[in-house]
């Protein structure tokens, strides 16, 4: 498929399409044809796209997101080396959301006091 189509399906701007791709976070794209500029991407592009969309929503980093893409894509890494690479997110993953479960309650307990008197002693 084409940018354009590409763009629709993912959600995603086509500035921003290729700056994914200028930063490494989409393997780069061979144009089938030299006579124009034409990129076909693949159904494989689309799927990292929305994750990298999802994974943005969810508060993590461009480059927290190329670590991971990485560490899948490479074929340097032993499949030990995969698995323990991706054990270590999932724990980074699992600090964090213990640590927006904190802020939540943090939030709901401030929501709460809201235009009760302030009783904290000096």
């Known amino acids: 498929m084409r940018i354009g189509e590409l763009c629709a399906k993912a959600g995603l701007p086509r500035d921003t399409v290729r700056y994914y791709e200028r930063q490494g976070l989409l393997e780069k794209i061979p144009q089938p044809n030299v006579s124009n500029n034409y990129k076909v991407y693949s159904a494989v592009d689309l799927q990292r796209l929305k994750m990298i969309k999802h994974a943005k929503m969810l508060g993590f980093t461009l ?4 670590d991971v893409l ?6 340097a890494f032993s499949v030990e080396q995969k698995r323990a690479s991706l054990v270590r997110k999932l724990m980074q993953i699992e600090e964090k959301e213990r640590a927006l479960v904190a802020l939540r309650a943090g939030v709901v307990n401030a929501l709460n006091k809201i235009g009760q ?3 904290d002693a000096f």
Do not use: G, T
Request: hydrophobic share 45%.
């Open 117 to 119: 008197p302030c009783d």
């Open 63 to 66: 480059s927290e997101i190329a």
């Open 70 to 75: 990485a560490i899948w894509v490479d074929d």
